[in-house]
């Protein structure tokens, strides 16, 4: 008897996860996780070579050049046009290091790297002393110093991915979730009976969306004491940024009649969302993909205005493509409304 | 003629819904829409109260057009079948809220929780109140805006006998104040001693519209309640 209660209750509850959505999460989670490990880089089991870029205008040390160019197992040499060219590839993961001459010692050299405290930028640091030692037996350096992109300590290295966690948390899971609750439970037709507009109820989700995410921006930085770069391009883009995935989450709660169907939609919505911005500093390959997903647009400026001192001036487009999606989401959601769309 | 009905069509996927209707309501008429589940009752009410969106024919409420929401919206009040009310804040709250959204003053919200003794529970959050008192609140709001037209589904369904008797006389009342109310129904005794004119749905089609004399006398609610 107990037994068979327990299968019966389990066939229920596996017919309500049916209902609801929720194995959809389960079967989406390891296809996206798979896709995802598809699209980073391999590393390990095969040997990746350094991709090291080299001005083609400057007047390196002939032996630096030889013996880099002759390491061709270690280093794949790509020259590059100028340094602004150079530091556009290395955000682009198509180098992993431009090498600079140093104005201050002649026959050496400034790497400039992504970030300073990565594995990429000791690889070549090692690979580079080793070709030293075999070139010339001399154990003084050829580099001099190392110029990251991207300032600034583990800590706020992360920091964009957190704040991006932090609006999709908000975006994807309680604002669907909220506005999925309202519609279940008759809250918003009881609110459409009363002389408040479609429009108004839109604007005031809008608006709760993008005061939790600045609640919650402004809590990590007071916690961690970050500072915001250029305070007024950050507060700009963290501003439209929640515009944007808060209209996108009201969005996808309205597409649900529950909660639990919204909850599983924001998973859905959330996980593709954030890992290919997150990991696309590991690979190339998630680098080349991640722009198609909106918030990319949104974690790459905030990057290069926390990090490497990006002002608005120079990331109109992304803000425009963010404003956009909004608007975009914004009238569809408003169109739903309209219909009454499974109310 | 206070709501006029032309054509008004709803079919869902399953085929169910309301098909073609059309019904004229005078000012102060007490109606009564019966029918099996599923006949297109409260698909009726809901449309008339702007929940659904018809798929085809128009409905005027004192000549406006209901799908001029803004115009219409302080003309019909609804008190639906399961109140849909804010359960985590206070009676007064909820009230509040809707208050302001009508523009309606604050001592509005006095008579109200007065007129439905609601005074004692104003403080206490709609999810410790019983159904009874919960749809008590759901029709103080319908209320606020004092709407000429109100709309019952179901008003006494899951209800305890007394207070599906201080329902049936607060319909009383506002039919005395000169009110028009439609409401939907399954008990045979509460057509009776309200209603003074019956409507039957059958399969989203309206097979009967006459007074509950008619009704009684007719075989229709023999057949109604054989079924």
């Known amino acids: 008897m107990l037994i068979r209660n327990v299968i019966t209750l389990t066939l229920n509850d596996l017919a309500i996860a049916f209902k609801n959505k929720t194995i959809y999460l389960i079967l989406f989670i390891p296809f996206f996780v798979f896709f995802s490990l598809k699209l980073v880089d391999r590393t390990g089991s095969d040997f990746k070579k350094i991709n090291i870029g080299l001005l083609q205008q400057e007047l390196y040390a002939p032996a630096i050049v030889q013996a880099i160019k002759s390491a061709d197992r270690i280093f794949s040499v790509f020259p590059v046009s100028s340094e602004g060219e150079g530091n556009r590839w290395l955000k682009e993961k198509k180098i992993d290091g431009l090498l600079v001459k140093s104005e201050k010692e002649q026959h050496s050299l400034i790497l400039v790297v992504l970030r300073k405290e990565s594995l990429q930028t000791l690889a070549i640091v090692e690979s580079l002393a080793a070709l030293q030692k075999a070139v010339e037996g001399k154990s003084v350096n050829w580099l001099v110093d190392i110029k990251p992109l991207q300032e600034g300590g583990m800590q706020k290295q992360t920091l964009p991915t957190w704040i991006l966690m932090l609006i999709l948390l908000v975006s994807f899971i309680i604002l669907p979730a909220q506005v999925a609750e309202e519609k279940e439970k008759k809250l918003l037709l009881a609110l459409l009976q009363t002389p408040m507009r479609e429009i108004e109820w839109l604007m005031a989700k809008l608006l709760l969306g993008m005061i939790l995410i600045f609640i919650a921006v402004l809590f990590l930085h007071l916690l961690g004491n970050f500072d915001f770069g250029n305070v007024a391009s950050y507060l700009t883009f963290v501003g439209v940024g929640s515009f944007c995935f808060s209209a996108y989450g009201i969005f996808l709660g309205f597409l649900c009649r529950n909660q639990a169907s919204a909850r599983t939609l924001g998973v859905i919505f959330y996980l593709p969302h954030l890992l290919p911005s997150a990991l696309s500093d590991f690979s190339q390959k998630l680098t080349a993909v991640a722009p198609f997903v909106p918030s990319y647009q949104f974690y790459e400026p905030i990057k290069s205005i926390l990090l490497e001192g990006g002002g608005i001036v120079n990331l109109w487009p992304p803000w425009i493509y963010l404003l956009l999606v909004g608007l975009s989401f914004f009238f569809f959601t408003y169109f739903l409304m309209k219909k009454r769309w499974l109310m | ?227």
């Open chain 2, 1 to 227: 003629m206070q709501i006029e009905i032309h054509q008004l069509t709803k079919v869902y996927q399953e085929k169910r819904g309301l098909l073609p209707v059309n019904l004229e309501v005078e000012k102060g008429e007490l109606i009564a829409v019966i029918g099996h589940n599923g006949a297109g009752k409260s698909t009726l009410l809901k449309m008339l109260a702007s929940w659904l969106v018809p798929d085809s024919g128009q409905v005027l409420v004192d000549g406006i057009n209901l799908e001029n929401r803004l115009a219409v919206v302080r003309k019909v009040g609804f008190v639906p079948e399961t109140p849909n009310l804010f359960d985590f804040f206070s009676v007064q709250y909820n009230l509040e809220i809707f208050a302001r959204l009508f523009q309606v003053s604050v001592s509005r919200i006095e008579e109200i929780l007065t007129e439905f003794a609601l005074l004692p529970f104003r403080k206490n959050k709609i999810q410790v109140l019983s159904k009874g008192l919960r749809q008590r609140v759901s029709i103080g709001r319908a209320l606020l805006a004092d709407p000429p037209v109100l709309l019952f589904d179901e008003p006494t369904s899951g209800i305890d006998f007394e207070m599906t008797q201080e329902i049936y006389r607060m319909l009383k009342n506002f039919h005395a104040s000169g009110k028009t109310i439609i409401f939907t129904s399954h008990r045979p005794e509460e057509i009776k001693a309200l209603a003074t004119r019956i409507i039957v749905l059958h399969q989203g089609s309206l097979v009967f519209d006459g007074s509950p004399q008619q009704y009684f006398d007719s075989e229709i609610h023999e057949k109604l309640y054989q079924c």
